[in-house]
């Protein structure tokens, strides 16, 4: 089992920042890729930015160039800095973990507001 547990998020004017934490825990080893995802009122859920295990990264095309995924593996702790924040970037994001062992599993964190007011 994968804990994750998000953090960071809040009330932000157009044009600034923030930075979301996700903190991992319980069984981390062979997690293959993990990330952030986020999810719009009345809209699916999307991918915003992972990383693989082998330190392979995935934006989206329309965070790219304002939004930058890393990871402290000592921490088990991976982060999304937002920057030239957009209010079309308003959504609760979501932390997400693949690990594969027989199978592959998703994990998913609570989830933390982000509001971009114009």
């Known amino acids: 089992q994968v804990t994750l547990v998000e953090s960071g998020g809040g009330l932000v004017q157009a044009g600034g920042s923030l930075r979301l934490s996700c903190a991992a825990s319980g069984s981390t080893f062979n997690i293959n890729r993990i990330g952030w995802y986020r999810q719009a009122p009345g809209k699916q859920r999307d991918l915003v930015a992972t990383?693989?295990?082998?330190?392979?990264?995935n934006y989206a095309d329309s965070v790219k160039g304002r939004f930058t995924i890393s990871r402290d593996s000592a921490k088990n702790t991976v982060y999304l800095q937002m920057n030239s924040l957009k209010p079309e970037d308003t959504a609760v994001y979501y932390c997400n973990a693949v690990r594969t062992l027989a199978v592959t599993v998703n994990y998913w964190g609570q989830g933390t507001q982000v509001t971009v007011s114009s």
């Open positions: 990383i693989s295990s082998g330190g392979m990264i």
